[in-house]
């Protein structure tokens, strides 16, 4: 099974790993952990994330979840995002913390340290 991933701030992420434990600042009010495909990894940064420079990739094995895993798109577009409706647990199911600086002019691309 393909990982999923998603995008966080370096401090969101040393936090997580202190307490072993995941949910982003948005959770309550989503219910859900936003996730994506590696193909969709620039198309989402670029979108949400422009010019941001401090944020890392969580690379995610789904499988070791206990919580439920939609892939669904809430938005009415054609692609389907992996949402994560639970907490993530860090060191069962993160398999990677990858750096994801912007380019100098703010966008996004795959960084060339990803594997998928």
Do not use: W
């Not at 600042?25 to 670029?46: L, M």
């Amino acid at each position: 099974m393909d990982p999923i991933y998603h995008i966080t701030t370096r401090a969101q992420a040393v936090e997580a790993t202190k307490s072993d434990e995941y949910k982003p600042t948005r959770f309550e009010a989503d219910g859900f952990i936003h996730c994506s495909y590696a193909c969709q990894i620039p198309v989402v940064a670029n979108l949400n994330f422009r010019s941001q420079s401090d944020l890392v990739l969580f690379q995610i094995d789904r499988s070791k979840l206990t919580c439920k895993v939609v892939d669904e798109n809430l938005e009415g577009g054609q692609d389907l995002y992996p949402h994560i409706y639970g907490s993530l647990p860090m060191s069962v199911a993160v398999t990677g913390i990858i750096d994801f600086p912007c380019e100098a002019d703010g966008s996004f691309k795959f960084p060339d340290n990803f594997s998928s």
